[in-house]
């Protein structure tokens, strides 16, 4: 059974900043990955989806990068602003198991 | 547009009584689920479907109960309320088994039982 976990937990860093998130996952037989936004109390808005057959995907001032044989991702998000607040989850997609989530990085960038 | 659509929105409910929770989407998916979520929990599904009559549990099934009659809908019924059932509820639905798979989430159902 697919497993996920994310690190930091919580991170606190001053606007223009870049970042990185990471997702770690058990199962590396997955068709795709994908990273969420949530405000708090808000739905969940797709930021990117990377294919298993892609090493990164990017849109704007985010990068997600895969591994699939090491069971990582990571979102890089670059020169960080204080509307990029916001809990990031990861979700990898493996079929028969649909989208499993990890439980999230809470970011909050400081003006 | 492509959505997924859940009513209502909000609900505040008492034990016992039973409720629906309604989703529907208009992309055609075959794929369509049902999450809570919890603080310190995160998202845990609670049904799916991966199909027309086709319905499975999911991680947390206890105290609900699902049909798929149509495609594009896929209601959550709680025949007996109880207040642990408390929580963020949100519907997603997605194509089934392809590398292109996304998946599409509806606006969340913050449900309160007292």
């Known amino acids: 059974k697919q497993e996920v976990t994310q690190i930091p937990a919580a991170l606190s860093v001053p606007e223009g900043e870049n970042l990185v998130l990471n997702c770690s996952f058990t199962d590396s037989a997955i068709y795709n990955l994908q990273w969420f936004r949530q405000d708090p109390g808000k739905g969940l808005t797709s930021l990117l989806l990377?294919?298993?057959?892609?090493r990164e995907q990017t849109s704007g001032r985010l990068n997600a990068s895969l591994d699939k044989s090491s069971g990582r991702s990571t979102l890089y998000i670059a020169a960080s602003q204080p509307g990029d607040s916001a809990t990031y989850l990861c979700?990898?997609?493996?079929?028969?198991?649909?989208?499993?989530f990890g439980p999230g990085t809470r970011l909050s960038v400081l003006p | 547009e492509a959505q997924v659509t859940q009513n209502p929105r909000y609900l505040i409910t008492v034990t016992g009584k039973k409720l629906t929770v309604t989703c529907s989407q208009n992309m055609n998916h075959e794929y369509m689920s049902w999450y809570r979520q919890d603080p310190g929990l995160g998202l845990r599904q609670i049904y799916y479907s991966m199909n027309v009559e086709v319905t499975d549990k999911g991680d947390v099934p206890e105290g609900y109960k699902v049909s798929r009659k149509e495609k594009r809908n896929f209601p959550l019924i709680l025949e007996s309320p109880s207040p642990n059932q408390t929580s963020l509820y949100f519907c997603?639905?997605?194509?089934?088994?392809?590398?292109?798979?996304?998946?599409?989430f509806g606006q969340g159902t913050r449900l309160t039982v007292v």
């Open positions: 997603a639905s997605s194509i089934a088994g392809t590398a292109n798979t996304e998946a599409f």
């Open positions: 979700a990898p997609y493996n079929y028969g198991q649909n989208f499993v």
């Open positions: 990377i294919q298993s057959s892609q």
